[in-house]
């Protein structure tokens, strides 16, 4: 089956530092990737979408000097939080488009900001 | 772009009754309908997904509805369990794009 690899599962970081989450298809290529941002009790929210070799398509709202997405290669794509803070807090997910079932998620990071 | 409501928010039923949660979508282009069920602090499982070329399809005690006229799908679980206790999520896709998920549903099912 397909697995998509994301690390850190869970990370704690200080205000203004910046933090790289990683998402490793590890089965199969993932041309397109998606980045999910879930507050607590809420629903995923897409942030962007990144497609192998471009820039990434962010949703409205989503700042991209913020959220820093590259997609290098076909089966890595990462997320930069950059200059975090506390209301970044959060647990962010991605998704790659490929595998068995069309979408396969990662296993999502929780995010701490202090 | 698309936009996926669902319903209701939260469910309560007692076990071994069943479970309806409904969602409606707005791009008539969205051709692929996943459902997932996310426990606390986990990833969204997939545990049953329609393609728009079917109306309905069936796994053991869980099963979906779509009705692409009326741009609605709908999950139902029979003889609920405690452990089907989750957050369940809609939502919608065309393949070329991006998918979106509804608010999602608290499913509690009481013993």
């Known amino acids: 089956g397909a697995v998509v690899s994301q690390h850190p599962s869970w990370v704690i970081c200080k205000s203004g530092t910046s933090v790289k989450i990683e998402c490793r298809s590890l089965d199969f290529q993932a041309t397109t990737m998606f980045w999910y941002r879930q507050f607590p009790k809420q629903s995923l929210m897409l942030m962007a979408t990144?497609?192998?070799?471009?820039?990434?398509?962010?949703e409205q709202g989503v700042e991209k000097d913020k959220f820093l997405i590259n997609h290098a290669s076909l089966t890595l794509s990462t997320l930069t939080v950059t200059s975090a803070h506390p209301e970044d807090s959060s647990f962010y997910i991605c998704s790659a488009r490929g595998g068995t079932y069309g979408y396969t998620f990662g296993s999502g990071t929780r995010l701490t900001v202090v | 772009g698309e936009n996926v409501e669902q319903h209701p928010s939260t469910l309560s039923v007692q076990e071994g009754d069943s479970a309806v949660i409904k969602c409606t979508y707005s791009d008539s282009a969205s051709n692929y309908f996943p459902w997932y069920k996310q426990e606390l602090g986990k990833r969204p499982q997939l545990i049953i997904d329609i393609r728009s070329n079917v109306g309905e399809k069936k796994d053991q005690r869980i099963a979906v509805t779509l009705n692409k006229t009326a741009k609605h799908f709908s999950l139902h679980i029979t003889e609920t369990q405690p452990e089907d206790s989750a957050v369940y999520f809609c939502?919608?896709?065309?393949?070329?794009?991006?998918?979106?998920f509804g608010a999602g549903t608290r499913l509690t099912v009481k013993p």
């Open positions: 990144s497609n192998e070799g471009s820039k990434a398509t962010y």
């Open positions: 939502a919608a896709s065309n393949l070329n794009n991006d998918m979106r």
